[in-house]
């Protein structure tokens, strides 16, 4: 059970779009459709943005959108914010009823 | 509306266990599995386990096997999570989360607010 793999940083500016990756293996992110994607401000507990691979729950703004290929899912950031400056983690079931955290991603909004 | 109200700060010395409680309501208590998730200062997330709330079956981490216990009171409506053989590396806020669908085990949307152990001397 390795963490996935998350760059650790991303940056882009207002209005720019930007997209974090996710890999992990044909155990994981690879085998199943059941990746997330939760944001967390500092001193906060962790928001849901994204299941399923590419569902939003409801009051999550469209500009967040998923997707997957083969091991590596990513999310994209599209007409940022300054509010979407935060850190993103991915997760994703791992089969047996196990799963796993990537290792974090911080976006900055320059 | 559904809440998940953990139990407060914890400081334990190193090779003592601790036990955090999340009482949950506003739903239907045993039709929703819980994970268990912490973070230490200035760290990722760290998936610990995740129990079967109807059944009170688990499922933990490799890296807590041994160390970890999720269990349930269906008559109080809690979860706890106890942690034996406390190391300092163990000092992190502790979470109980709901899963998003009823008997999912995929991913979660709800989370307690959290329980700091710290793990001290």
């Known amino acids: 059970q390795s963490a996935l793999t998350q760059p650790r940083s991303v940056s882009g500016s207002p209005g720019q779009s930007v997209t974090i990756s996710c890999t992990g293996t044909?155990?994981?992110?690879?085998?199943?459709?059941?990746v997330s994607w939760y944001q967390q401000h500092p001193g906060k507990a962790p928001k849901l943005m994204i299941y399923d691979v590419s569902q939003r729950p409801s009051g999550v703004p469209d500009r967040f959108s998923g997707s997957k290929s083969g091991s590596t899912a990513s999310l994209t950031i599209s007409g940022l914010q300054a509010e979407d400056e935060a850190d993103y983690y991915c997760?994703?079931?791992?089969?047996?009823?196990?799963?796993?955290f990537g290792g974090g991603t911080k976006l900055t909004v320059l | 509306q559904v809440q998940l109200v953990q139990s407060g700060a914890e400081v334990k010395e190193p090779g003592a266990s601790v036990k955090v409680s999340c009482k949950a309501s506003g739903y239907a208590f045993t039709s929703y599995y819980i994970h268990w998730v912490r973070q230490a200062p200035g760290q990722g997330l760290e998936w610990m386990g995740i129990?079967?709330?109807?059944?009170?079956?688990?499922s933990y981490a490799q890296k807590f096997q041994g160390r970890v216990t999720m269990t349930r009171d269906t008559s109080t409506t809690t979860l706890y999570m106890e942690l034996t053989s406390l190391r300092s590396d163990d000092t992190a806020v502790y979470y109980c989360?709901?899963?998003?669908?009823?008997?999912?085990?995929?991913?979660?949307?709800?989370w307690g607010q959290g329980t700091l152990v710290t793990v001290s001397p």
């Open positions: 129990i079967n709330v109807g059944a009170g079956t688990t």
């Open positions: 044909s155990s994981d992110v690879g085998g199943y459709d059941y």
């Open positions: 989360a709901r899963d998003v669908r009823p008997g999912g085990v995929t991913t979660f949307d709800c």
């Open positions: 997760f994703s079931y791992a089969g047996s009823y196990t799963l796993v």
